[in-house]
């Protein structure tokens, strides 16, 4: 599985970006997808989750409310909506995927170990 993610670039505080993953190869036990990001110096961290089952999603705290996560159009594919950006918010943006498996649905999908594949990330930054 090969996943691309997009859709980073500049913004200033209180801008929109929408970052976009799209998955490819054998992707047909694609059971969830999710965005983490790190920025310099610190480590990466969750920032959402979808999973396809139910159409679940989950949001780091720091996000919540500003960012939207959501499957593109019945593809495996997500998208992550980021509103009223903050300058905490700059960090490279990596996109994961999760295949079934029979851990599943006891997993909770906002740590990175709970993912099977990663894309390459997209810079995010957001100026004061």
């Known amino acids: 599985v090969q996943l691309q993610a997009s859709g980073g670039g500049l913004v200033q505080a209180g801008g929109s970006l929408r970052l976009s993953c799209a998955a490819s190869g054998p992707t047909r036990n694609t059971w969830g997808m999710g965005w983490f990001r790190q920025a310099p110096g610190k480590e990466r961290e969750f920032v959402a989750s979808f999973r396809w089952s139910g159409g679940a999603a989950d949001y780091a705290h720091s996000v919540k409310g500003r960012f939207t996560i959501s499957r593109d159009n019945g593809k495996v594919a997500v998208v992550l909506q980021a509103n009223n950006l903050k300058p905490e918010d700059t960090a490279i943006y990596y996109c994961?995927?999760?295949?079934?498996?029979?851990?599943?649905?006891?997993?909770?999908?906002?740590?990175?170990?709970?993912?099977?594949?990663w894309g390459q990330g997209t810079q995010v930054t957001v100026s004061s």
């Open positions: 994961a995927s999760a295949e079934r498996s029979s851990r599943s649905r006891s997993l909770s999908y906002t740590i990175a170990s709970d993912y099977d594949y």
